[in-house]
């Protein structure tokens, strides 16, 4: 009798802990929190690396002084496009002129020399090895140039952007990706990938990356060696339901805010970058940011009086 009684008491006991707990939970129910709330609305969502990189050409190479002499006259500036073989500056062939005439002067006949005097002449001046763009002068006009100094530089129309990339970066990128560029924080057009060498240790920093080229798709008016940011684009998606990457909890789940109460609800996210989130919701449902209770009624921090 004793022991149906104290069990009796226990149950009684628990009930009543019961009752109070939920009674707590209840009132804690409908103690409105202060959230932030968010609308599933239409966006575009870029999964994309960045990294950064270099200007160059894609061909390069150095006009040379054909013969030591003064720079009688320049023909070319720096952007100017020349074709191969066209002159690009004149040497002073005064003194080449000044041994032609005191070999007339001497009654020699020029005969067999004739080849050694065009010769002469023609190495003063100096000619294009290339079909490109002039990207610098090496000298002026009254400069000193020796045979075999470097004179101007020249390169091919086609830049390109040289960027050293970390190996768990590079894994992601492939042949034919588009990738956003930007000077300084402001944005100048599109690149695609051309090329993705192979993972091998820096030789400064002993790190493992590869070198991938990026070829612009409009020339770029800044200079070689000229520093460029890239944002290459894994994957995009536009005009999808989003929400801010926030807003999905670890378990693929939103907070759905309906007549003022919480309710928890699968979310899948479809593709993700740094910001929002496509996901798998109708457009314009609401959906409070953190953790809830189910059931738990909120109020909009904009409706919040300070």
Request: charged share 20%.
């Amino acid at each position: 009798m004793r022991r149906r009684a104290k069990l009796s008491l226990w149950m009684i006991l628990l009930t009543m802990a019961w009752v109070v707990g939920m009674a707590f939970v209840t009132a804690d129910r409908d103690t409105a929190a202060q959230a932030k709330l968010v609308q599933v609305e239409r966006g575009d969502v870029v999964q994309a690396v960045a990294i950064s990189g270099r200007v160059s050409y894609a061909d390069e190479t150095i006009a040379y002084a054909p013969s030591s002499g003064t720079v009688a006259e320049v023909y070319v500036q720096p952007g100017d496009r020349v074709m191969e073989g066209e002159a690009l500056l004149r040497l002073d062939a005064s003194l080449q002129e000044q041994a032609l005439s005191a070999f007339i002067a001497n009654g020699e006949t020029l005969g067999a020399y004739a080849e050694q005097v065009r010769s002469a002449l023609e190495d003063t001046v100096l000619r294009a090895p290339m079909t490109g763009n002039i990207r610098q002068l090496m000298t002026q006009e009254q400069a000193l140039l020796t045979a075999g100094a470097p004179a101007m530089l020249l390169s091919s129309s086609q830049q390109e952007i040289v960027c050293t990339v970390a190996e768990v970066d590079v894994q992601r990128i492939r042949e034919g990706m588009w990738a956003r560029l930007y000077v300084s924080g402001e944005s100048r057009g599109l690149a695609w990938v051309a090329s993705v060498g192979e993972v091998e240790a820096d030789a400064l920093t002993g790190l493992m990356v590869s070198t991938v080229i990026l070829t612009p798709e409009l020339t770029l008016d800044i200079p070689a060696g000229a520093s460029v940011d890239a944002e290459i684009i894994l994957a995009s998606q536009e005009d999808v339901p989003t929400l801010p990457v926030e807003a999905v909890t670890e378990r693929g789940t939103v907070w759905w805010v309906s007549d003022g109460r919480c309710t928890e609800i699968p979310a899948e996210i479809v593709l993700s970058d740094e910001i929002r989130a496509w996901v798998t919701l109708p457009e314009g449902i609401t959906v409070a940011l953190g953790e809830w209770s189910e059931g738990q009624r909120i109020v909009p921090m904009s409706e919040v009086q300070p």
